[in-house]
C-alpha cells in the first residue's frame, strides 16, 4: 500500500507559479513510477506529467515548457513546478503511483486526494 499526499495548490494570477508537492509512503520510492494528473469541472482526467526513476520523463503537449516535473527520492516526495500558469491550468490535480512501472506513463495503483490549482485571468 502506498499513501500518497499532495500538497501546494492554490489561487495564482495568470501568468504566475506553483509548486505541486507530493509526500509517499514506503521504502522504494526511487523505484515508483510517479504521475501528475488534473481534471477541471466537466472534463475527463488528463495526465499531465510524468516521471519514471529519474530519466524518463513525459509531458503532455498542453504544458511542455512551461510545467518541470522532478523527484527527490531522499524525501520520498516528487514535485510539479507550473510557470506561466494560464486559466484553463485550473483544475484539481492528483498525483499517482505505481511501484512496478507496469504501465508507464499512463497507468497508475495508488492515487492522492489531489489539490486544488485555481488561476484567475
Known amino acids: 500500500q502506498v499513501h500518497l499526499v499532495e500538497s501546494g495548490g492554490g489561487l495564482v494570477q495568470a501568468g504566475g507559479s506553483l509548486r505541486l508537492s507530493c509526500a509517499a509512503s514506503g521504502r522504494t520510492f526511487s523505484r515508483y513510477a510517479m504521475g501528475w494528473f488534473r481534471q477541471a469541472p466537466g472534463k475527463e482526467r488528463e495526465l499531465v506529467a510524468a516521471i519514471r526513476w529519474s530519466a524518463d520523463i513525459y509531458y503532455a503537449d498542453s504544458v511542455k515548457g512551461r510545467f518541470t516535473i522532478s523527484r527527490d527520492n531522499a524525501k520520498n516526495t516528487m514535485y510539479l513546478q507550473m510557470n506561466s500558469l494560464k486559466f484553463e491550468d485550473t483544475a484539481v490535480y492528483y498525483c499517482?503511483?505505481?511501484?512496478?512501472?507496469?504501465?508507464?506513463?499512463?497507468?497508475?495503483?495508488?492515487w492522492g486526494q489531489g489539490t486544488q490549482v485555481t488561476v484567475s485571468s
Open positions: 499517482a503511483a505505481d511501484p512496478y512501472a507496469k504501465s508507464w506513463p499512463y497507468e497508475y495503483d495508488y
